[in-house]
């Protein structure tokens, strides 16, 4: 194995991939077999890792040389592409499989297709404004919340859509901020990314209307459920929310202003870390008064 891997693949940059099924399981309020919960999340955890990797190996043919800022890059650390290749086919595989024991083949599929064209060419949806956000929304957000509720039988209803509306358009403006950090790099390697597309002026106006946005959707969610535990995520946009403001006051300064959109993409992390750590406890906690009942 190629040790400098380790130095390339960082965990806590796919964490909030969870959330997703913590909020399906509170949503719900069914709490399904053990096995199987285990098995869906780690189909979809190892569909997020094929994902990233068929990205770092894609990037490093063009955007890497772009960015000497992006120190998670395979080339930075020597990793060989060939390895990387390798272990996409690997993780791709046993994601389909896992999800394929559930009855959720055709997620797997969707899922995987989505997210490997985001990157891959000649399609590569990540160089084509607006499906790149969408390609990355679905694979992250609405197919494991939407899994869940199949999994357990639970219907859609108008709260789910409300839920998803929320959570997703607080998802796209988290993509955004990590689009913007990468703007330069993108551009030069003549990659039209939405955030391109709109430039970075432009580009933190969007972070801040959907931030805005779906703040305003995540407080009419908690009136209507009662659940107050999406508050971490209502905090977490309003962050975003908080940052495109400051943003717009510098904008003129170029430096700046990317400055604040690298430094926006690392606090996102980090603030979307401790969101989902929180809700993780919330789960665990309703989860074992659950069990003892």
């Known amino acids: 194995m190629n040790l400098n891997w380790l130095k390339v693949f960082r965990l806590k940059e796919i964490l909030p991939g969870a959330a997703p099924f913590f909020l399906a399981v509170l949503d719900t309020n069914?709490?399904?077999n053990w096995g199987q919960f285990l098995i869906l999340v780690g189909g979809f955890y190892l569909l997020f890792i094929s994902s990233f990797l068929i990205n770092e190996y894609v990037d490093s043919f063009d955007t890497d040389k772009f960015n000497a800022?992006?120190?998670k890059a395979i080339t930075k650390h020597a990793v060989s592409r060939k390895f990387t290749l390798a272990a996409f086919f690997t993780a791709s595989f046993f994601s389909t499989l896992l999800l394929f024991l559930?009855?959720?083949l055709w997620v797997a599929l969707i899922g995987l297709t989505l997210l490997t064209l985001y990157s891959a060419k000649p399609v590569r949806l990540k160089a084509r404004?607006?499906?790149d956000l969408a390609a990355v929304t679905i694979g992250f957000v609405l197919l494991p919340y939407l899994s869940y509720h199949l999994l357990v039988g639970q219907n859609i209803t108008g709260i789910t859509a409300l839920t998803?509306?929320?959570f997703s358009l607080g998802f796209v403006a988290i993509d955004l901020v990590a689009e913007g950090a990468?703007?330069?790099a993108d551009k030069r390697?003549?990659?039209k990314t939405t955030a391109v597309l709109l430039g970075e002026y432009k580009n933190l106006l969007a972070i801040q209307f959907l931030s805005l946005t779906s703040a305003f959707l995540g407080i009419l969610t908690i009136i209507l459920t009662g659940h107050w535990w999406y508050f971490y995520v209502v905090a977490a946009v309003f962050f975003l929310f908080t940052?495109?403001?400051f943003g717009l006051t510098i904008y003129k300064d170029k430096d700046r202003l990317h400055e604040l959109l690298r430094t926006g993409e690392r606090f996102g992390v980090f603030i979307s870390d401790i969101g989902t750590g929180i809700l993780f406890l919330i789960w665990l906690v309703t989860a074992t008064k659950n069990w003892l009942l």
């Open 189 to 191: 390697a003549s990659l």
């Open 69 to 71: 800022e992006r120190g």
């Open 30 to 32: 069914v709490w399904p």
């Open 129 to 131: 404004p607006f499906l």
């Open 243 to 245: 940052a495109a403001q």
């Open 102 to 104: 559930l009855g959720q």
């Open 164 to 166: 998803l509306a929320f």
């Open 182 to 184: 990468d703007f330069w």
